[in-house]
């Protein structure tokens, strides 16, 4: 069964093979970003609707919610019980990051940090954040999923729409392959989320503008 316009049915988990059971279709969430969150470099029309990253900080006020180093904002809306989902639209930006935050999440800080004895990659993901991301200048693997432990994973071809599910109770979050609204493509899942019965809030990070060849934004459908 396709799935309809503006609603999701849940298919088959990134990590499983086989039939998916359908179950009752979860309605696209209208949602708004939050500037009082925003990084001061990000770029937030009147709408809410996309950011990018600017080449010049604002003056903004000391919002304790504010992230200060990570080029992060988070939405209006947040969620503590129940499915959701939303779009984003990602295109060919070079570089991205989204996913979904605990309220208790550190936003002071790096979001991604280099841990010289941490095997593999050496980067760690600050906890109370499951993300994927997209960074083309690491050609061999530009996929990754961070929840505190980094997780390359693969992903052809390349989706310019991102699919974002949350099962609060099941305390899972999957990333689709939005581009085909009637066929969503499971990219990577992560279950048993450790949201410790906290809010968790959709979170955006366009990267930095790396001298203008990253200035495109990400857009909430």
Known sequence: ?????????????????????LATPVKT????????TAHPLLEIPADGKEVRCGSFKKTVSSDPRRFDTANCVVTHQSFSAGQHYWEVFVGRKPRWNLGVISER???RG???QMKSLWPGSGEVCTEGYWLIGYDQR??????WA??????AFDCSPHPETIGVYLDYTDRE???????????????YSFYHAAFNDTRV????????HDNGSNTQPLKIL
């Open 105 to 107: 999440a550190e936003r």
């Open 110 to 112: 790096r979001l991604i």
């Open 146 to 151: 961070f929840d505190t432990n980094p997780m």
């Open 201 to 208: 809030y959709p979170v955006f990070d366009p990267c930095w």
């Open 1 to 21: 069964m396709a799935a309809p316009i503006h609603e999701m049915w849940p298919r088959n988990k990134a990590t499983k093979t086989g039939p998916g059971d």
């Open 173 to 187: 979050v999957t990333f689709y392959n939005a581009d085909d609204p009637s066929n969503l493509i499971p990219l």
């Open 29 to 36: 969430e209208a949602l708004t970003l939050d500037p009082d």
């Open 138 to 143: 690491k050609a061999e693997k530009p996929y």
